[in-house]
């Protein structure tokens, strides 16, 4: 599998409508100032709590973040005259700010709300609590922001284990992801995946918006999993915890025997293993893949299968007196 860095895609700068869109419908983010300050961006994922700057210290002012406004910087201005925190808000709004977020269900002071209009500043509100609204803010930035990584692929959820079949056109994706969604497993994408980047060591798949449950079946055409096998069948996005590498049987080519040695290749920072699985007449390669999946749960709750066999030879290997090659030792009337 190769991957093109042509295809890795990271975001810039978004735009506070498109910051206002997403954060009202999942967080219940409101507006105080309708869509002034709209085209205003947000270039980076971090928030900031302004009480330092709010007491008058600005030198370590980071003020191209989302300014959060929480119980602390509220009672501090509640302590103070109107004609003081009409000065305080002109002088935090002499910066560049993209927004402020005004926590605990707490409505903002109606000068700040006439100075930001005036000055183009959007005031945003959350009835949740500071915490918990940073939390999602920061978690919907990381991801808007993260390393994007676009693959010609199927995507599968098997067992819980979010399986990548890469490559080349034609070799048969799309069949065997087909065959697992009959099998009861689901569906995340197939032929464009979306791998992002979410925290260290974790990439996450999904589909586009457009075509994510839509399968290309050659011979067949366009078919909609989701319609067809019902919601049981898809999931909107998963971890990516193995890449499946389908390929024509190559006599040449050295495939492994033990699996005692795993192969990884490194997604955006992120080690994948990877499995090349050669394509042969006969070979069900649905029910190989479904094997990869719980072998990779055995090898997550500790058990691993090559080198238990491994052990077990070199334990015969250091005491050869011990060795007998048949599993039981007697046979009546084939019972045990």
Same mark, same amino acid.
């Given at each position: 599998m190769k991957i093109d860095k042509k295809n890795i895609s990271q975001k810039e700068s978004i735009t506070i409508k498109y910051f206002h869109k997403h954060t009202s419908k999942n967080f219940g983010i409101v507006s105080y100032t309708g869509e002034v300050g709209f085209d205003r961006t947000i270039n980076q994922p971090n928030l900031h709590r302004p009480g330092l700057a709010l007491a008058g210290f600005v030198k370590? *002012? #980071?003020?191209?973040?989302?300014?959060?406004?929480?119980?602390?910087?509220?009672?501090?201005?509640?302590?103070?005259?109107?004609?003081?925190?009409?000065?305080?808000?002109?002088?935090?709004?002499? *910066?560049?700010?993209?927004?402020?977020?005004?926590?605990?269900g707490v409505m903002p002071f109606p000068e700040l709300i006439e100075l930001a209009l005036k000055k183009g500043i959007p005031i945003f509100g959350s009835s949740l609590d500071t915490t918990k609204i940073s939390y999602l803010i920061v978690d919907f930035l990381d991801d808007v922001f993260a390393n994007k990584l #676009?693959? %010609?692929? #199927?995507?599968?959820?098997?067992?819980?284990?979010?399986?990548?079949?890469v490559g080349k056109s034609g070799i048969g994706k799309s069949e065997v992801a087909l065959d697992l969604v009959e099998r009861g497993h689901r569906l995340v994408a197939d032929d464009v995946v979306i791998l992002t980047k979410k925290g260290e060591g974790i990439?996450?798949?999904?589909?586009?918006?457009?075509? #994510? %449950? *839509?399968?290309?079946?050659?011979?067949?055409?366009?078919?909609?999993?989701?319609?067809?096998?019902?919601?049981?069948?898809?999931?909107?996005?998963?971890r990516l915890e193995v890449i499946v590498e389908l390929e024509v049987w190559d006599p040449n080519q050295a495939y492994t025997r033990t699996g005692l040695d795993i192969t990884n290749i490194q997604i955006i920072n992120v080690d994948?293993?990877?499995?090349?699985?050669?394509?042969?007449?006969?070979?069900?390669?649905?029910?190989?893949?479904?094997?990869?999946?719980?072998?990779?749960?055995?090898? %997550?709750?500790?058990?691993?299968?090559?080198k238990v066999l491994s052990e077990n030879i070199q334990k015969k290997m250091e005491r050869p007196e011990d060795f007998d090659i048949s599993n039981v030792n007697y046979f009546e009337h084939d019972f045990e």
């Open positions: 370590l *002012f #980071s003020y191209d973040r989302i300014q959060i406004f929480g119980n602390t910087e509220i009672s501090y201005l509640n302590s103070l005259p109107i004609e003081k925190r009409k000065i305080i808000f002109e002088n935090i709004f002499e *910066f560049n700010i993209p927004c402020i977020v005004i926590t605990n #676009s693959v %010609h692929a #199927s995507f599968v959820d098997v067992y819980g284990i979010g399986m990548l079949f990439l996450m798949g999904t589909g586009t918006s457009l075509g #994510s %449950h *839509f399968m290309e079946i050659r011979g067949i055409g366009i078919i909609d999993v989701r319609s067809m096998f019902g919601v049981r069948a898809i999931r909107f996005q998963k994948i293993p990877i499995i090349k699985l050669p394509i042969l007449p006969g070979k069900n390669i649905t029910v190989v893949a479904e094997v990869i999946a719980l072998n990779y749960l055995l090898k %997550h709750y500790g058990y691993d299968a090559a």
